[in-house]
Each structure stands twice: as C-alpha cells, then as structure tokens.
C-alpha cells in the first residue's frame, strides 16, 4: 500500500520559518492554500504548481466575507 501512495507524490514543500515541518503534494494537485506550521505557529502560503511557499500573515474574517458576498450576490 505505501509503495502505491509513494508513486503518486509530486514533491514536498517545507515551510518557510524552518522549523522542519513540510507538506507532502501528490499528482494533480493544484492551487494555493495557507497553513499554519504546527511548531510555531506562523502563517505559510503554499503554491502547488509552482512548489514553493512563503510567508504570510493571517486573514482575519476571510470566511465571514465569502459568506456574506454568497448572500449578496444576486441569484442566476
């Protein structure tokens, strides 16, 4: 079963701060996501395609905002 997990993984990116911790991607994947490393607990951005990541800082209130522009916005 590992090998079969194992032929799928494009790469890993590590976290920026240096801590250790990394991020496994497998094929197919696409798109960035944020993260927060579990040692110390800054904010990371990651880039799929690119397979790098970088700093950030946290986005406060980004769900609340989704939401309420989903509500707002006018149905098709």
């Not at 590992?2 to 994947?29: D, F, H, N, R």
């Amino acid at each position: 079963m590992s090998q079969i997990v194992a032929e799928k993984l494009k790469g890993m990116i590590e976290y920026p701060c240096g801590c250790g911790p990394k991020v496994l991607v497998y094929e197919g994947t696409t798109g960035k996501v944020s993260g927060q490393c579990p040692i110390c607990k800054k904010y990371a951005l990651f880039d799929y395609e690119q397979m790098i990541s970088e700093p950030c800082g946290a986005t406060r209130g980004a769900v609340h905002n989704l939401k309420m522009k989903k509500i707002v916005s006018p149905s098709r």
